[in-house]
């Protein structure tokens, strides 16, 4: 099957099945399968596709991170959940600014319980969130076994689940949803999946960020790009950390300031 041929390469087998489907699906009415040449370039242009949604995160030393898992001495061990979160090239944009993104929310809202979509190793920012309910969704099998394997080793409450966002209809309530870096790769998939997605969060906040520069810190992109966003929620306040820049949302046209009514 062409699926299990894309998914040969290392780097894409953990990848869940409905969400390479849903990458081919474009390209299945650009090329015939059936014809050896056409099927090549099929399957060369989705794993493209698919190293621009997912695999540009992962950095080379990927297969070490177990043999770090294991020097983690407790959840908070902030030295070594670093050396993980710089493994994954978003975290490790993100990572000095830990501190201050979260001492930022905690000033907003409690955070008992958070949902983080298309999670990859941001669980183990952790040590400066604290020790809450995490529960994370991500397509990548290995990540999801990887994030649990810390969950599991200090006996911490949520899990990280395999599953690809646009195969649910419904998600557990949460005070804080977390939406890093994930929305413009939704949009590119399907255009206004995130509307649908909004409606369907059951939560108090939704804290959703924004790469301003091009991957790996390269060129400056304008924050004007976003305007689709904005109209969709209303902006609790805006903050930039780093090259990524946050946005503390509430549904727009709530009537309760520190709600979401719109979304359940
Ligand atoms: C740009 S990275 C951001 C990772 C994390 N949110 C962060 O900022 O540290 C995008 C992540 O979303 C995951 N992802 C992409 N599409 C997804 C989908 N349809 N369902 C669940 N996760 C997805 C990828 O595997 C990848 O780990």
């Known amino acids: 099957m062409v699926l299990e041929e894309i998914k040969e390469k290392k780097e894409y087998h953990g990848l869940n099945d409905n969400f390479v489907r849903r990458v ?35 950095l080379p030393t990927n297969k070490k991170r177990y043999d770090i898992l294991n020097k983690i001495k407790t959840w908070d061990d902030k030295e070594n959940c670093e050396k993980v979160l710089k493994m994954h090239l978003s975290t490790r944009e993100r990572f000095r600014h830990y501190d201050k993104i979260y001492s930022w929310l905690k000033t907003k809202t409690k955070i008992h319980t958070v949902f983080d979509i298309g999670c990859g190793f941001n669980i183990f920012s952790m040590p400066w969130l604290g020790n809450v309910h995490y529960y994370g969704l991500e397509i990548n099998k290995d990540d999801v076994d990887f994030c649990n394997a810390f969950l599991n080793k200090f006996k911490l409450t949520g899990a990280i689940r395999y599953g690809d966002v646009f195969d649910f209809d419904k998600f557990m309530r949460v005070d804080v949803v977390f939406l890093f870096k994930v929305l413009e790769g939704f ?35 304008s924050e004007k790009r976003l305007k689709w966003f904005l109209e969709l929620v209303d902006v609790v306040e805006r903050k930039k950390f780093g090259d990524e820049v946050y946005f503390l949302c509430k549904k727009k046209g709530s009537t309760d300031s520190f709600g979401f009514k719109g979304f359940v």
Not at 25 to 45: A, D, G
Not at 190 to 207: A, M, P, S
């Open 24 to 58: 081919m699906k474009p390209y299945e009415l650009k090329y015939n399968i059936y014809e050896p040449k056409q099927r090549k370039r099929f399957v060369k242009e989705v794993r493209a596709k698919l190293r621009i949604l997912y695999g540009a995160f992962l």
């Open 187 to 221: 949009e590119a998939l399907e255009r206004g999946f995130t509307e649908r997605l909004l409606k369907k969060l059951d939560c108090d906040y939704v804290l959703v960020s924004f790469a301003t520069r091009s991957l790996g810190g390269g060129k400056i992109i």
